[in-house]
């Protein structure tokens, strides 16, 4: 998976940006069309200067769709973990709309393919 890669106001360094990668390579086995993806990282700049709350933005592309997820932690890595649940849950959840959507409609123990309709009529007796 091709990913983009943005640390906005500071330098990322490249050992976190490797481990990103790799994280998010893994969504490949619940979902192989994934084509491309965004990371932003961000921090968070609070009341107090010394702690700094990390934001990790995740947006990915596949064929028909988008998947968005924005994760916050104390460090990015905490904040990579998080997103890579949800995401695996997102990108589970569009696989099974998408096979769902293509799977053919059963009535009553007859699928139905290329536009065949079966009609049955129950007689009372």
């Keep these: 998976m091709r990913l983009q890669m943005q640390a906005i106001h500071f330098d990322a360094d490249p050992k976190l940006l490797s481990f990103i990668q790799q994280k998010l390579d893994k969504l490949d086995t619940f979902y192989d069309r994934i084509t491309s993806g965004e990371v932003f990282l961000r921090l968070d700049k609070s009341d107090n200067a010394k702690l700094q709350t990390k934001l990790l933005e995740v947006k990915l592309y596949v064929p028909g769709g988008t998947m968005f997820v924005r994760e916050q932690g104390t460090t990015f890595e905490e904040a ?14 569009f696989k099974d709309k998408r096979n769902n959507a293509r799977a053919p409609k059963i009535i009553e123990g007859v699928a139905l393919e290329d536009g065949v309709t079966v009609i049955t009529e129950e007689t009372e007796e």
């Design 80 to 93: 990579t973990d998080l997103a890579i649940d949800t995401l695996k849950m997102q990108v589970k959840k």
